[in-house]
């Protein structure tokens, strides 16, 4: 079946496929690579190999609040996007509603949004809610979960419709028939037919706020970063294999929360 | 169990009218087969009885109950979907149950009737399985038993074997007919596929257009067609078109002159024919109609020859000979005789 | 089989549909369409030095970016940037996109979580990796040394070079998935009924795979290109502070010049020239091949 020529030409798109793989896997091995490094000063090749960098981490008390406040801020926005962005997604999806596709788009804006316009945008906005209530919102939690609840109902609307939409609508039906109510049917066969789609809608949501870095900066405080922030902003002084080795921890961290994601749903299926 | 009745059902979006003006009886017990070409407004009429389909006009009734307003959930109309519609993170067993546990019957009661309904479908032992682990036909099974389990006045087929392959699906229909009668259902299935309905119907309804063509047995709606539609859709028909000359006199566009013993209206017309009617050569002697015909195309159906010739040079029919021993194969351009009685032809108002 | 049209099932009520819906459109609508408003006003007011912010109603921001080469250097260079960074992921994203649409191994999902994981560690930590790469003595410049190819390291770090690598990375991963769900939505049979009518891989490619993937490529082409425009972490990480793009200078105006009214007005000059080249390229993409 494959003459010389083809097996030739799936060499050349297989290798070009490995190459962009490469590519975009490079920054990562070597930010990994530095970590492990002995000396401080990035040259290659390195000195020694040492674990001592990963030890002073903790000791950064940006990298340590950053991380306490990012996973905060991401639990936190997660939870009210998913509360938000699932029964939106039930009613565009399963009901004929007034609007249905301006209201699909509407909220899905938010993801095509450029972070700095977002950033820029919602820091005057919470500077005229401020003046308006008088509440301290601007570098508050509150500010800035509900701006990272902005970022992440976009994601649970499209995750979770595609997966309303991937679901057979005759099991909903077969339900009904058998003599459940719109209630038990959202209970017993709609939920566990969408799990995999909001399991995927909260993963993505999640990493998406803990990532955050353009839209974030605008909206943070004196002595409230996000871990992203302490990030750049360490970098933007030196890089070192401490930062590395915060890198490192992160990746190691998003990594374990994939594989276990991968678990409920193959991530192949949803991206 | 109890008996159905679809009175003026109805069915409007917008515009377009998919179900005009059903009326059907079921009685209790019987087995009904809606059959039509796609689009012909027999699923929805299904998913009306059902209660997924909010009919525009009309009234159901399941024996003396009025479900016409009736939500989906209080109908208690088991119905087997095309697609089996099992619930993927369910056991087969929990499946089955689910019906008795949304009638509130307690744990303890419901083991006995969900193995009793497994058993009927030849399915006893495969409780803790999940869908994704059974064939297809063993999915069309569990659909069946968890719609029998929870005991419905009305069992709905819709289009059920359609996904199984050919020879499975020859045996399902058997047993399917079987369980049916063993339990009394009244049941009504929806298919496009006619030899399906033949097997299985108790009595047919045809319908086209949203519209019931015609109710009947399967003789009756074979023997006795409503309707040009019918007489095409039901075993094959040759037609004739023309015109009704004189009472009893049936005269083709291409100036054959035919007695037919039913033709009484005059105007345009079409003669349909059954194709194995129409005998051949030394048969056709005696018969009241008689001509010369040419064969242009046969075909070896293994029993049966299928026979395409032409009358005149409008007038083109179909006859089907048996394929007995020894008899000579009609070969194309060869002339030969057909004939057939009087009362063999069905003349019909022509529809344009 | 079924004629009828998908329809509520009976007793879904529309209050219901409302009560779930509302909630969101209201937090979306409020959150999103409110700030931009307030930022649009913002633009239009007056910043006198000293006084802050005076309320006004003035293009004389806009004007002052639209009149000032720098300020107009900056965003032609960011839109080059932009472009380039776009065509480079789109060549280098297809056929990876390809390979992972259409393989059988079991490694598929492996393959999809290597290109997910960098997507999701973020643009800092990335940026550290090329830095560690392009420095002086980083890895780059001392395997060329090494191998006795050059004498003194290349000076890659803070130029327009460094900067466009870094963002063709960050943004290859959104390509490559937005064309591999694509590519999967594509039969594979298509391609194999274009080469049994004789179309070699390359012809393929031009009268099959590409004008059916053309949704996604326009997908991914738009994703990458508003990202790599509003890029911040990486022009300021391997830009260093005298490469200027769009995304950094409007922090600077809000963080160190506290000039709202103009660091607004810039905000949105880089949406509206976002928004206005991706309508563009969607036009003409579409004039082509519809």
């Given at each position: 079946?494959?003459?010389?020529?083809?097996?030739?030409?799936?060499?050349?798109?297989?290798?070009?496929a490995?190459?962009s793989l490469?590519?975009i896997l490079?920054?990562l091995?070597?930010?990994?690579?530095?970590?492990?490094?002995?000396?401080?000063?990035?040259?290659?090749?390195?000195?020694?190999?040492?674990?001592?960098?990963?030890?002073?981490?903790?000791?950064?008390?940006?990298?340590?609040?950053?991380?306490?406040?990012?996973?905060?801020?991401g639990?936190?926005?997660t939870?009210?996007g998913l509360?938000?962005g699932v029964?939106?997604s039930?009613?565009?999806?399963?009901?004929?509603?007034?609007?249905?596709?301006?209201?699909?788009?509407?909220?899905?804006?938010?993801l095509?949004?450029?972070?700095?316009?977002?950033?820029?945008?919602?820091?005057?906005?919470?500077?005229?809610?401020?003046?308006?209530?008088?509440?301290?919102?601007?570098?508050?939690?509150?500010?800035?979960?509900?701006?990272?609840?902005?970022v992440v109902?976009p994601w649970v609307v499209r995750l979770v419709t595609a997966s309303l939409q991937g679901s057979?609508?005759?099991?909903?039906?077969?339900?009904?028939?058998?003599?459940?109510?719109?209630?038990?049917?959202?209970?017993?066969?709609?939920?566990p037919s969408i799990r995999p789609g909001i399991v995927a809608a909260g993963l993505f949501g999640f990493v998406t706020s803990f990532g955050?870095?353009?839209?974030?900066?605008?909206?943070?405080?004196?002595?409230?970063?996000?871990?992203?922030?302490?990030?750049?902003?360490?970098?933007?002084?030196?890089?070192?294999?401490?930062?590395?080795?915060?890198?490192?921890?992160q990746i190691v961290l998003i990594g374990a929360a994939m594989i276990i994601t991968d678990r409920y749903v193959k991530l192949s299926r949803v991206v | 169990?109890?008996?159905?009745?679809?009175?003026?059902?109805?069915?409007?979006?917008?515009?377009?009218?998919?179900?005009?003006?059903?009326?059907?009886?079921?009685?209790?017990?019987?087995?009904?087969?809606?059959?039509?070409?796609?689009?012909?407004?027999?699923?929805?009429?299904?998913?009306?009885?059902?209660?997924?389909?909010?009919?525009?006009?009309?009234?159901?009734?399941?024996?003396?109950?009025?479900?016409?307003?009736?939500?989906?959930?209080?109908?208690?109309?088991?119905?087997?979907?095309?697609?089996?519609?099992?619930?993927p993170?369910?056991?087969?067993?929990?499946?089955?149950?689910?019906?008795?546990?949304?009638?509130?019957?307690?744990?303890?009661?419901?083991?006995?009737?969900?193995?009793?309904?497994?058993?009927?479908?030849?399915?006893?032992?495969?409780?803790?399985?999940?869908?994704?682990?059974?064939?297809?036909?063993?999915?069309?099974?569990?659909?069946?038993?968890?719609?029998?389990?929870?005991?419905?006045?009305?069992?709905?087929?819709?289009?059920?074997?359609?996904?199984?392959?050919?020879?499975?699906?020859?045996?399902?229909?058997?047993?399917?007919?079987?369980?049916?009668?063993?339990?009394?259902?009244?049941?009504?299935?929806?298919?496009?596929?006619?030899?399906?309905?033949?097997?299985?119907?108790?009595?047919?309804?045809?319908?086209?257009?949203?519209?019931?063509?015609?109710?009947?047995?399967?003789?009756?709606?074979?023997?006795?067609?409503?309707?040009?539609?019918?007489?095409?859709?039901?075993?094959?028909?040759?037609?004739?078109?023309?015109?009704?000359?004189?009472?009893?006199?049936?005269?083709?566009?291409?100036?054959?002159?035919?007695?037919?013993?039913?033709?009484?209206?005059?105007?345009?017309?079409?003669?349909?024919?059954?194709?194995?009617?129409?005998?051949?050569?030394?048969?056709?002697?005696?018969?009241?109609?008689?001509?010369?015909?040419?064969?242009?195309?046969?075909?070896?159906?293994?029993?049966?020859?299928?026979?395409?010739?032409?009358?005149?040079?409008?007038?083109?029919?179909?006859?089907?000979?048996?394929?007995?021993?020894?008899?000579?194969?009609?070969?194309?351009?060869?002339?030969?005789?057909?004939?057939?009685?009087?009362?063999?032809?069905?003349?019909?108002?022509?529809?344009? | 089989?079924?004629?009828?049209?998908?329809?509520?099932?009976?007793?879904?009520?529309?209050?219901?549909?409302?009560?779930?819906?509302?909630?969101?459109?209201?937090?979306?609508?409020?959150?999103?369409?409110?700030?931009?408003?307030?930022?649009?006003?913002?633009?239009?007011?007056?910043?006198?030095?000293?006084?802050?912010?005076?309320?006004?109603?003035?293009?004389?921001?806009?004007?002052?970016?639209?009149?000032?080469?720098?300020?107009?250097?900056?965003?032609?260079?960011?839109?080059?940037?932009?472009?380039?960074?776009?065509?480079?992921?789109?060549?280098?994203g297809?056929?990876l996109a390809y390979v992972i649409a259409r393989t059988q191994s079991r490694f598929k999902n492996l393959l999809v979580m290597l290109i997910v994981l960098p997507l999701f560690v973020g643009?800092?930590v990335r940026?550290?990796?090329?830095?560690?790469?392009?420095?002086?003595?980083?890895?780059?410049?001392?395997?060329?040394?090494?191998?006795?190819?050059?004498?003194?390291?290349?000076?890659?770090?803070?130029?327009?070079?460094?900067?466009?690598?870094?963002?063709?990375?960050v943004n290859l991963p959104f390509m490559v998935l937005t064309l591999q769900s694509v590519i999967e939505g594509?039969?594979?049979?298509?391609?194999?009924?274009?080469?049994?009518?004789?179309?070699?891989?390359?012809?393929?490619?031009?009268?099959?795979?590409?004008?059916?993937?053309?949704?996604g490529?326009?997908a991914g082409?738009?994703l990458?290109?508003?990202?790599?425009?509003?890029?911040?972490?990486?022009?300021?990480?391997?830009?260093?502070?005298?490469?200027?793009?769009?995304?950094?200078?409007?922090?600077?105006?809000?963080?160190?010049?506290?000039?709202?009214?103009?660091?607004?007005?810039?905000?949105?000059?880089?949406?509206?020239?976002?928004?206005?080249?991706?309508?563009?390229?969607?036009?003409?993409?579409?004039?082509?091949?519809?």
């Open positions: 079946m494959s003459t010389p020529r083809t097996s030739f030409g799936r060499m050349a798109l297989n290798g070009a490995g190459l490469g590519f490079l920054p091995i070597f930010v990994t690579w530095l970590a492990f490094f002995r000396q401080e000063i990035p040259s290659f090749p390195p000195e020694g190999y040492s674990l001592k960098w990963f030890s002073a981490v903790p000791g950064n008390k940006n990298f340590v609040e950053g991380f306490v406040l990012s996973l905060q801020v639990v936190l926005a939870l009210i509360l938000l029964p939106a039930l009613a565009l999806v399963r009901h004929r509603i007034a609007l249905g596709p301006a209201v699909n788009t509407l909220l899905l804006l938010p095509v949004m450029p972070g700095i316009v977002l950033g820029t945008s919602l820091y005057v906005f919470q500077i005229e809610t401020e003046i308006a209530t008088g509440l301290p919102l601007l570098g508050s939690l509150a500010g800035l979960v509900a701006a990272h609840t902005l109902v057979d609508r005759s099991i909903e039906e077969a339900a009904q028939n058998l003599g459940a109510g719109p209630l038990t049917t959202f209970w017993r066969i709609t939920l955050n870095l353009e839209m974030s900066l605008f909206l943070v405080g004196p002595g409230r970063i996000t871990l992203p922030i302490a990030i750049l902003q360490y970098l933007e002084w030196k890089i070192d294999p401490t930062v590395a080795a915060a890198s490192v921890i | 169990m109890a008996r159905l009745s679809i009175e003026h059902l109805n069915k409007k979006y917008g515009d377009l009218t998919v179900v005009d003006d059903v009326t059907i009886d079921i009685a209790d017990g019987e087995f009904l087969v809606l059959l039509g070409p796609s689009g012909c407004g027999k699923t929805t009429t299904l998913r009306m009885v059902a209660g997924f389909v909010p009919p525009s006009a009309g009234k159901l009734t399941i024996g003396t109950r009025d479900v016409t307003t009736l939500p989906p959930w209080k109908r208690n109309c088991g119905l087997v979907f095309q697609s089996y519609a099992l619930f993170h369910m056991t087969v067993a929990e499946n089955v149950a689910f019906g008795l546990e949304m009638r509130k019957v307690s744990p303890a009661d419901r083991g006995p009737r969900v193995a009793e309904a497994l058993r009927l479908v030849q399915l006893a032992g495969f409780d803790e399985r999940y869908p994704r682990q059974l064939s297809g036909g063993q999915q069309q099974r569990v659909a069946l038993a968890r719609a029998l389990a929870m005991e419905p006045d009305v069992l709905l087929l819709d289009e059920p074997l359609s996904n199984l392959d050919a020879k499975l699906r020859q045996e399902v229909r058997v047993e399917i007919r079987d369980l049916q009668r063993k339990l009394g259902l009244t049941t009504i299935m929806v298919t496009h596929d006619q030899e399906e309905a033949l097997t299985m119907a108790d009595r047919l309804v045809v319908m086209e257009k949203g519209q019931v063509r015609q109710i009947g047995t399967q003789r009756e709606l074979y023997e006795k067609p409503a309707d040009r539609f019918v007489a095409g859709f039901i075993g094959r028909s040759a037609f004739l078109d023309g015109e009704i000359a004189a009472p009893g006199r049936f005269r083709t566009k291409g100036g054959l002159d035919i007695a037919c013993g039913a033709a009484t209206a005059t105007g345009a017309a079409t003669l349909a024919l059954r194709p194995e009617r129409i005998a051949v050569a030394d048969e056709a002697a005696g018969c009241a109609n008689r001509f010369e015909a040419k064969v242009e195309h046969a075909s070896y159906l293994g029993a049966l020859l299928d026979i395409h010739v032409s009358l005149s040079e409008h007038d083109r029919m179909l006859l089907q000979i048996p394929n007995r021993q020894g008899a000579a194969e009609p070969k194309p351009g060869e002339t030969i005789t057909i004939g057939w009685g009087q009362d063999a032809g069905l003349v019909y108002p022509r529809e344009d | 089989m079924s004629t009828a049209a998908p329809e509520a099932v009976a007793g879904a009520r529309t209050g219901l549909a409302g009560a779930l819906v509302v909630p969101a459109t209201i937090f979306v609508a409020i959150g999103l369409l409110g700030p931009i408003a307030i930022l649009f006003r913002y633009s239009l007011n007056q910043f006198i030095p000293g006084q802050f912010m005076v309320d006004g109603l003035t293009i004389e921001n806009y004007v002052k970016f639209f009149t000032d080469p720098y300020y107009i250097n900056v965003l032609v260079r960011t839109v080059r940037v932009a472009v380039i960074c776009t065509l480079a992921c789109l060549i280098m297809f056929p643009n800092a940026a550290a990796g090329w830095m560690t790469v392009f420095g002086n003595r980083g890895a780059f410049n001392a395997s060329l040394m090494g191998l006795g190819l050059i004498d003194q390291p290349i000076e890659i770090m803070f130029t327009e070079t460094a900067v466009l690598i870094g963002i063709i990375a594509i039969p594979r049979n298509v391609e194999e009924a274009a080469f049994s009518l004789g179309a070699g891989p390359s012809a393929m490619f031009r009268r099959v795979l590409w004008p059916l993937a053309l949704p490529i326009l082409t738009i990458t290109f508003i990202l790599a425009m509003n890029a911040y972490a990486t022009p300021v990480l391997l830009g260093g502070p005298k490469f200027q793009m769009m995304g950094p200078l409007v922090y600077g105006q809000f963080a160190q010049q506290n000039n709202w009214p103009f660091g607004g007005a810039i905000s949105f000059i880089l949406m509206t020239a976002t928004i206005l080249l991706t309508v563009a390229a969607h036009l003409i993409v579409q004039r082509r091949y519809r």
